[in-house]
């Protein structure tokens, strides 16, 4: 769902709630009869929530120096570039779980 409102939230389109109700409504009554929606057969309420894009933020500049690092650390440089990656794929492990810990070490090994 969070995807489908990111993409909604591109148009100025208002109540992103409310327009996602409004486009699952129309499909609604459109797949009751198999029907082909296309941008001549949708509702102009729904056509018109996403002709115009919504502004596009940036980040101000002050925050982005902050970003910025010095140094560039290369991870496939060392004894363990494999398993660097591998826990990167991993996302988050409890570290006093002894199951974690087993999966983790299977995994580099």
Same mark, same amino acid.
């Given at each position: 769902?969070?995807?489908?409102?990111?993409?909604?939230?591109?148009?100025?389109? $208002?109540?992103?709630?409310?327009?996602? /109700?409004?486009? /699952?409504?129309?499909?609604?009554? +459109?797949?009751?009869?198999?029907?082909?929606?296309?941008?001549?057969?949708?509702?102009?309420?729904?056509?018109?929530? +996403?002709?115009?894009? /919504?502004?596009? !933020?940036?980040?101000? /500049?002050?925050?982005?120096?902050?970003? %910025?690092?010095?140094?560039?650390? @290369?991870?496939? %440089? $060392?004894?363990?570039?494999?398993?660097?990656?591998?826990? !990167?794929?991993? $996302?988050?492990?409890?570290?006093?779980?002894? $199951? @974690?810990?087993?999966?983790?070490?299977?995994?580099?090994?």
């Amino acid at each position: 769902m969070s995807l489908l409102n990111s993409h909604i939230a591109q148009f100025k389109c $208002g109540d992103i709630a409310g327009t996602w /109700a409004k486009v /699952a409504k129309e499909v609604e009554s +459109f797949n009751k009869d198999a029907g082909t929606i296309t941008l001549e057969t949708i509702s102009p309420e729904i056509r018109n929530s +996403f002709s115009e894009h /919504a502004p596009v !933020s940036h980040m101000p /500049a002050e925050f982005l120096e902050k970003t %910025k690092t010095k140094e560039i650390i @290369d991870l496939s %440089k $060392g004894k363990t570039p494999d398993a660097i990656a591998l826990a !990167s794929l991993l $996302g988050s492990w409890n570290e006093k779980s002894d $199951g @974690d810990k087993d999966i983790i070490k299977r995994l580099v090994e």
